[in-house]
C-alpha cells in the first residue's frame, strides 16, 4: 500500500488504480492516536476479509475454526494492514508493498521499521484485534498467548522499486519479517519453491484444474458490490482455480492489443467468476466455471498466501504456499475492484526463492560427526529447511532447494493457462488464447438467449447490456470481429474496457476437506514435471557457495547462538537477526561450556549434548529428545515443554522448564553408576513408558530427582549396578524423588529379579524406594532338597557382613539361582560315607580270613608275605571303596607270589605280611544318581598270631587303608584307617567253630569340591580325623563228605565312628558339616564250601547280609562363616540286604602253591563291587 486513498496511475495499456486498505475516511488508522483508534475501529460495522460471491455472507466464511492458523494479520503503527504467512516459528512472509512506501507516497527503507521508528506486529489468531491491542497497551511487547508478536526487522526486495512501471507491487513484491519473540505454538506453512507443472488440458469447466484456497483479514463484501465492508480485523478463506501462470505482458497483449507494458514478469492469477451468472463485468478472463465458494481478495489481503490444497490436487499431499498476493485488476470504469470480473494475483515464490532463503532469519543447523565443542565453528553446519519444497525429477514434491538461483523480475516463464474474452452468449469478436503457446482456442459460453449454469443463470438483458444476445452488434464490434479494427486483439476490449489494478492485503491457512471440481490437474505429456532448477523457469547463473548468510544448506563456519537485530542505517551499527533450530543427530558428543541461547533443540540417533559446570543452553521454544544422551551438569533452560520421547536425560545439573515430560526415554539423575542430585526447576510428568534410573549407594544413599513444582508420577524405576556392591533387603530406604508442588500417581513396582522387590512408599512431596528380597525358597524347585537346604541357608544369612558377597546372586534369574545351587551340593558327603562303611567293611573282612585260613598246619612257624605290600603302599592307586575280602591280596603282582619262610620263629606263633588293591563303585547323593561314585584304593596289614594248640589261635594286627572315591560334579573324598585288631578263633570236639574280633581304629576323611559361583569359582577342602571301634562274633560248624566239606554259619558284625563337626576351607561359600556318626550292625548267615585234593583245593562261599541300622540319611549344613541353624542335605541311603560270593582255587607243586578267585556282591546299590585275586605261596 502505498496511499491512505485511492490514486490513478496511468501506464501503457490502461489505468492501473492502487488503493489503499481503508476508505479514504479511515485510511490512516492510529495516525496519531493509536489506542482511540483501535478502540474506534473495534466498534465500526462488522465486516470481513476477503470478498465472497453473492451466494455467501460475510459471515459464512469466517475461519472460526482455525483451518488457516499460522497466516496472520500485519499491523503498522502508522495504520497499514496486511496479511502474511508465519513460514518458521520466527519469521513471517508477506509483500513488499505492505512496507516499501508510506501514506505520502514515500520510498520507506527497511531500517526504518525499528523501537525509534514504525513499528509493526502480527496478530494471529482468526480475530486479530484483541492481540493489537494487547501489543499497544504492553508498549508493543508480543505475548504468545493471545498470539500477538513484535517485528524486530523487516526486509523487503528493493527490485519492487527499481522499476517505476511495476508501481511498487507489481513484481518482486515480496518481504520478510523477523518476531522478536518465536510463535512456537502455531503451525508453519511449507512454500513450493519450483512453478506448478503446465496443465496438460485446459477444460471449459476446470480450467488449469489447479485448486487454490485464498485467506486474508483485508475488507469484504459481495461479489456485485465488491469490498464494501470495511476492515473487521477477521480471517476469512475461501476458493478459486488458478487462471494462468503469466505477465502482465501477456495479459495486456490479448486484451488490449499492446505487448509491451514493460511486465514481464509472471505471476500466478484467477479471475472472479459470477457463480449465477448475472454479472455484465464477468467476461471470463481465464477459462474455467465458478467454484462453489468462488471468491476474491481486497486490501488488507496483500501477502497472503496462495494455497495449493492437498485435498483437491493431486500432485501434493500437503497444503503449500506457491505464491504471495500483491493486488488485484479491474477492466471496466463501472467496475468495482473485488467484483465479479476482476482478477487477482500473485507474486511467485519461485521467482524469489533465494531472496526468501537468505532473508530467512531463521537458521535450522546441526553438528556434524564426531565429538567436538559447541563454540568451535567448524563443528557445525546448515541443513535444508524443513518448509522447503521443490518438484523433483520424478515429478515428486519433495524437501529442497532449486539448483539455480530465482529468475525474479526477469522471470517471464514457463506461461500457461487460458485467457479470454468470453462473455455470455454468442457475441462477436470473442474468444481465447492458450497462455503456452500462443494458439487462440474457442471460447467456452454458449450463446443462446438465456444462458445457463449448474448454479446460476443470466437474461437477454445482461447479454445485450454487453452487446450480446439478439441486440445487433455495433460496426466497431462487427468490425473487431472481422479484425478490421486496427490493433488487432486490442477491439476485444469493446468501448469503455481500462485495465486498472490495486495492492490488495491478505493470507492463507489450511485447505477445505470438501473437494471441488475434477480434482486436480493434468499435466501435459510433453511438460517436464520436474522444475528445481535450470533456464527458463530460474536464472542461468549457478548457486553460490553455501553461506550462513545465503542461507544454503551445507554451510559452516558458525556458532549456533541466537542474535537479535541492531537496526541501523549505518551498515557498521546494524546487526541482522539470525536464530536457530539445532539438532544434533550424528554420532558424538557436543560439549558446551559456555551461555548460549537458541530458538529450539532436538537430539536423536546416537548424538550426545554434554553441558559442562560453566555451560548453559537457553531454549526459547522447546526442547525435544528422540534419542541420544543429553548430560546436564549445568543449566538448560525451555521456555516451552522439554520432551523426552527417546534417549536418555543425565546429569547433576538444573532443568527449567514448565515440563519435563518423559515418555519413553530415561532420566538419571548424575552418571550411570555416580549419585548425584538432577533438579527440575519445574513440573515433572514421568509418563507409564517413562524409565527414571536411580543409583543407590551406602548408608541409604542414593540419586534424587528434585521438582520444584508437580510431579506426576508413573513408568519404572531402574536401579543402578550400585545395588550389586551391597546385600539389599535389609530394610533400607531411598528417597529418589521430591516434588515441593506435590506428587501424584506411582511407579510400577518392579521385580529387579527372582528375590529382589522394588516397594515404593510416598508422601505428599516425596517418593521412597526400598528394596525388599524374597525368600530364595519362591525361586527353587522346593521338592529338590539341596536347593531347599542352599536356599534356607540364604535366607538366614542375610544380615551377615562375613557372607555379604555371595548375595550377588540376588541379581540371577530363577533358572540360574537352581543350577547355581545345584551345582554347589555337597555330594562328597556321601562317599565320605561310603567311605567310612568301606572301611570297616575291609578291615573286617580283612580279619575274617586271618580267622578262617589261618591254622597252625598252614601257618605256624613262618613268616607269610602275601603279595607286596610294600610295592602296594607306593602304588599310583584309582580311588575306590568297596569292601574287599583278603582273596584280593596280591592282585596284580604275579611277579611277587606269597613267600613263606620255615622255622624262622617258634612252630606255635606265625607273623604276616598283606597288602592288595580294591576298587568299586556306590550310589550318589539322592538328585545327582545320573553317574555312580567310582572308588578306588589300596591298604596293607601285618600282624602276629599265636596258635596254642591245633584247634584254637589268637592273633593281633595293624591295618592301614587309603580309599579315594571319584564323585558326580567332579568332587573328591578320601579315607584313610589306622586300625588296630586283635581276634581269635576256637573249634570245639563237636566241630562248632567259634571266631571273634574288636578293632580301634582311627579313620581320616578329606573332601575337596570346586563350585562354580557367579562367574568364578571357589576350591573348597575339608580335613577330619575322629576315632572308631568295630567288633564281631562268628560260629560256624565244619560238615565233611566225600564231596569236600561244607560249613555253614552265622556272624555279627558291629561297627560305631563318631564324627566331630568338619569345617570346609576355601571361600564364603564352605561349610560347616554336622556328620551323624557311622553305626552299623550286619547279620549274615551263609555257608563256606571247600574241597581238597592232591594238588588242588577249591574254595567257595555264599553270605546273606542284613544292616540291622537305619540311616543315615542326612547331615546338617551351614556356611562356615555362617549364622542360625544347619539346613538338612541327604546322602545315599545305605543297603539293607544284600548277598556276598567268592570262588577261588589253588594248585599245588612241590613247595609252591597259586591261587585265582573272584568275589562280588549280589543286589547291592549303595556299595557294589567285584573283586580279583590272585595268590602264590612257597614254603622254605
Known amino acids: 500500500m502505498r496511499g491512505s486513498g485511492p490514486r490513478l496511475r496511468t501506464i501503457p495499456g490502461g489505468a492501473f488504480v492502487m488503493k489503499s486498505s481503508f476508505n479514504r475516511t479511515g485510511g490512516r488508522l492510529l495516525a496519531g492516536a493509536a489506542t482511540i483508534a483501535l478502540s474506534t475501529v473495534a466498534m465500526s460495522t462488522p465486516a470481513h476479509a476477503i470478498v465472497p460471491n453473492d451466494n455467501y455472507t460475510p459471515d459464512d466464511i469466517v475461519d472460526e475454526d482455525e483451518e488457516f492458523r499460522g497466516v496472520g494479520m500485519f499491523f503498522r503503527n502508522d495504520g497499514f494492514v496486511c496479511t502474511g504467512t508465519l513460514i518458521n516459528p520466527r519469521t513471517v512472509l508477506f509483500a513488499a508493498h505492505c512496507v516499501n512506501g508510506d501514506a505520502d507516497d514515500n520510498v520507506v527503507d527497511a531500517t526504518r521499521y525499528r523501537e525509534d521508528g514504525i513499528r509493526s506486529a502480527f496478530s494471529f489468531n482468526f480475530n486479530a484485534l484483541p492481540g493489537f491491542q494487547n501489543w499497544f497497551a504492553n508498549g508493543f511487547a508480543s505475548n504468545p498467548d493471545i498470539a500477538v508478536f513484535n517485528v524486530n526487522r523487516i526486509y523487503y526486495d528493493s527490485r519492487s522499486l527499481e522499476d517505476p512501471a511495476a508501481q511498487g507491487f507489481l513484481e518482486a513484491d515480496v518481504a520478510i519479517a523477523s518476531l522478536d519473540t518465536p510463535a512456537a505454538n502455531i503451525p508453519t506453512w511449507s512454500l513450493l519453491f519450483s512453478p506448478l507443472p503446465a496443465p496438460g488440458e485446459i477444460t471449459d469447466e476446470d480450467g488449469t484444474g489447479y485448486h487454490v484456497n485464498i485467506t486474508g483479514y483485508g475488507r469484504t463484501g459481495n461479489g456485485t458490490a465488491g469490498d464494501i465492508q470495511a476492515i473487521d480485523w477477521r480471517r476469512r478463506a475461501a476458493e478459486n482455480m488458478i487462471g494462468a501462470l503469466t505477465s502482465f505482458d501477456s495479459r495486456n497483449a490479448f486484451l488490449f492489443g499492446n505487448p509491451d507494458s514493460g511486465l514481464p514478469q509472471v505471476l500466478y492469477t484467477f479471475d472472479f467468476d459470477d457463480p449465477n451468472k448475472t454479472n455484465p463485468f464477468d467476461f471470463n478472463l481465464f477459462k474455467d466455471e465458478p467454484r462453489e465458494r468462488e471468491a476474491t481478495t481486497a486490501g488488507g489481503d496483500s501477502g497472503g498466501p496462495l494455497i495449493l490444497d492437498a485435498a483437491n490436487n493431486p500432485i501434493t499431499n500437503e497444503d503449500l504456499v506457491i505464491g504471495v498476493l500483491s493486488g488485484g485488476s479491474r477492466f471496466f470504469g463501472p467496475q468495482v475492484f473485488s467484483s465479479y470480473g476482476t482478477q487477482t494475483y500473485y507474486q511467485p515464490l519461485f521467482l524469489y526463492w533465494d531472496w526468501i532463503s537468505a532473508n530467512n532469519p531463521y ?118 470481429a472481422d479484425g478490421t479494427t486496427a490493433g488487432g486483439r486490442g477491439a476485444l476490449a469493446r468501448d469503455g474496457l481500462i485495465m486498472a489494478n490495486e495492492p490488495h492485503n491478505g493470507g492463507p491457512e489450511f485447505a477445505e476437506e470438501v473437494a471441488h471440481g475434477n480434482g486436480g490437474v493434468e499435466f501435459a505429456e510433453d ?77 536423536r540417533s546416537s548424538a550426545g549434548l554434554n553441558i559442562t559446570a560453566d555451560g548453559s543452553l537457553t531454549s526459547l521454544i522447546d526442547i525435544s529428545q528422540f534419542g541420544g544422551t543429553i548430560t546436564v551438569n549445568g543449566g538448560l533452560t525451555s521456555v516451552g515443554d522439554y520432551t523426552i520421547f527417546g534417549g536418555a536425560l543425565q546429569g547433576g545439573g538444573t532443568i527449567t522448564a514448565p515440563f519435563v515430560t518423559n515418555i519413553t526415554g530415561a532420566i538419571s539423575p548424575g552418571t550411570i553408576g555416580g549419585i548425584d542430585t538432577l533438579t527440575i526447576d519445574g513440573s515433572a510428568v514421568l509418563s507409564s513408558g517413562s524409565t527414571l534410573m536411580i543409583d543407590i549407594g551406602p548408608d541409604n544413599s542414593s540419586d534424587l530427582l528434585a521438582v520444584t513444582g508437580e510431579a506426576s508420577i508413573g513408568g519404572v524405576v531402574a536401579v543402578g549396578a550400585g545395588i550389586t556392591q551391597q546385600v539389599n533387603g535389609l530394610g533400607q530406604e531411598y528417597t529418589i524423588l521430591t516434588a515441593a508442588g506435590g506428587v501424584t500417581g506411582t511407579f510400577e513396582q518392579g521385580e529387579l529379579s527372582a528375590i529382589l522387590r522394588q516397594n515404593f512408599s510416598y508422601t505428599d512431596t516425596a517418593v521412597l524406594m526400598e528394596i525388599i528380597a524374597l525368600s530364595y525358597t519362591t525361586a527353587i524347585d522346593r521338592n529338590d532338597p539341596v536347593q531347599l537346604g542352599y536356599a534356607r541357608l540364604f535366607d538366614q544369612n542375610r544380615g551377615n557382613a562375613a557372607l555379604a558377597e555371595l548375595y550377588g546372586l540376588d541379581f540371577a534369574d530363577a533358572a540360574t539361582i537352581q543350577a547355581t545351587f545345584t551345582g554347589l551340593a555337597p555330594v562328597a558327603e556321601s562317599a565320605a560315607l561310603q567311605l567310612t562303611a568301606q572301611s570297616y567293611n575291609n578291615l573286617q573282612s580283612f580279619n575274617a580270613s586271618r580267622l578262617r585260613e589261618s591254622t597252625l598246619e598252614s601257618s605256624g612257624g613262618t613268616i607269610a608275605t602275601l603279595g607286596n605290600p610294600i610295592q602296594t603302599a607306593q602304588m599310583q592307586v584309582s580311588r575306590g571303596s568297596q569292601p574287599v575280602t583278603a582273596g584280593a591280596l596280591g592282585l596284580d603282582q604275579a611277579s611277587e607270589p606269597t613267600r613263606v619262610r620255615d622255622g624262622a620263629i617258634r612252630e606255635d606263633f606265625a607273623i604276616y605280611l598283606a597288602g592288595g588293591l580294591l576298587n568299586g563303585e556306590g550310589e550318589s547323593m539322592p538328585g545327582y544318581t545320573a553317574a555312580d561314585t567310582d572308588v578306588d584304593g589300596y591298604f596293607f596289614g601285618g600282624g602276629i598270631e599265636h596258635f596254642p594248640n591245633e584247634s584254637s589261635m589268637v592273633g593281633l594286627s595293624l591295618y592301614y587303608s587309603d580309599l579315594d572315591a571319584d564323585v558326580v560334579l567332579d568332587q573328591e573324598a578320601e579315607s584313610k584307617m589306622l586300625a588296630v585288631s586283635l581276634y581269635g578263633s576256637a573249634k570245639t570236639v563237636d566241630g562248632f567253630v567259634i571266631d571273634g574280633q574288636v578293632s580301634l581304629t582311627d579313620l581320616d576323611v578329606d573332601t575337596r569340591r570346586t563350585v562354580a559361583f557367579l562367574g568364578g569359582t571357589q576350591t573348597l577342602t575339608s580335613e577330619s580325623s575322629d576315632g572308631g571301634l568295630t567288633a564281631a562274633l562268628g560260629l560256624s560248624y565244619d560238615l565233611e563228605g566225600p564231596l569236600g566239606t561244607i560249613s555253614p554259619g552265622i556272624e555279627l558284625r558291629y561297627a560305631d565312628q563318631s564324627f566331630d563337626v568338619v569345617t570346609e576351607t576355601g571361600g564364603p561359600l564352605a561349610l560347616q558339616i554336622t556328620r551323624e556318626d557311622f553305626e552299623s550292625l550286619q547279620g549274615r548267615i551263609g555257608l563256606d564250601y571247600q574241597k581238597v585234593s592232591s594238588g588242588f583245593q577249591l574254595d567257595a562261599n555264599l553270605d546273606f547280609v542284613h544292616e540291622y541300622k537305619d540311616g543315615p540319611y542326612w547331615f546338617a549344613a551351614n556356611f562356615a562363616n555362617g549364622t542360625g541353624p544347619g539346613a538338612i542335605f541327604p546322602i545315599a541311603s545305605p543297603d539293607k540286604n544284600w548277598a556276598e560270593a567268592g570262588l577261588s582255587a589253588q594248585v599245588r607243586s612241590g613247595a609252591a602253591s597259586f591261587g585265582l578267585g573272584v568275589d562280588t556282591t549280589i543286589g547291592r546299590k549303595n556299595a557294589n563291587a567285584q573283586t580279583y585275586r590272585a595268590t602264590a605261596t612257597f614254603k622254605f
Not at 432 to 455: H, K, M, V
Not at 558 to 570: K, Q
Open 527 to 603: 511438460a517436464p514435471h520436474a522444475s528445481d532448477g535450470g533456464e527458463p523457469e530460474f536464472s542461468g547463473d549457478p548457486l553460490p557457495d553455501p553461506t550462513l548468510d545465503n542461507g544454503l544448506p551445507g554451510a559452516t563456519d558458525f556458532v549456533p547462538n541466537n542474535i537479535d537485530p541492531v537496526v541501523s542505517d549505518d551498515a557498521d551499527v546494524n546487526v541482522d537477526p539470525r536464530y536457530f533450530d539445532v539438532t544434533l543427530a550424528n554420532a558424538g558428543t557436543t560439549t558446551l561450556s559456555s551461555d548460549v541461547t537458541i530458538d529450539r533443540l532436538t537430539v
Open 363 to 480: 537458521r535450522y543447523v546441526t553438528a556434524k560427526a564426531g565429538d567436538g565443542n559447541w563454540e568451535d565453528a567448524s563443528h557445525w553446519e546448515t541443513t535444508l529447511d524443513p518448509n522447503y519444497r521443490i518438484i523433483n525429477a520424478d515429478g515428486d514434491i519433495v524437501n529442497g532447494v532449486p539448483t539455480s538461483p530465482g529468475a525474479g523480475t526477469e522471470g517471464d516463464a514457463p506461461q500457461w493457462g487460458e485467457i479470454c474474452f468470453d462473455r455470455e452468449g454468442d457475441n462477436p469478436g470473442e474468444g481465447c488464447q492458450d497462455l503456452s503457446d500462443g494458439e487462440e482456442t474457442p471460447p467456452a459460453r454458449n450463446g443462446d438467449d438465456t444462458t445457463t449454469s449448474a448454479i446460476g443463470e443470466v437474461d437477454s438483458e445482461v447479454l445485450n447490456a454487453l452487446g450480446g444476445g439478439k441486440t445487433k452488434a455495433s460496426p466497431e464490434a462487427v468490425a473487431a
